[in-house]
């Protein structure tokens, strides 16, 4: 994996936030010129969030709102990161 070309792709960064059981993921999606979308959803368990939409803010109102249906599980991982692990740069 080449992390350098990653680390200076603005589409690979994003932020996110929590707050009780939902969860924000916003990231810049590569059209031209670049847009930052949010991707909304629920954490349903201590392993598993769920998002459900899609959309971006414009002028504090949302804009190119699109259902979706994304899951993610998180799974044990050993060993843990750490700065002695060589995949963190």
Known sequence: MN???Y?????????FIIEDDKILLERWQPFNPFRAY?????????TTFQLTKIYRMVNEEKTDEIEINEIFHFREF????????VFIK
Do not use: H, R
């Open 7 to 15: 680390k200076n792709q603005k589409a690979c960064w994003g932020v």
């Open 38 to 46: 949010i991707k909304q959803g629920e954490i349903l368990n201590d």
């Open 78 to 85: 050993s060993p843990k990161p750490d700065s002695t692990n």
């Open 3 to 5: 992390y350098g070309y």
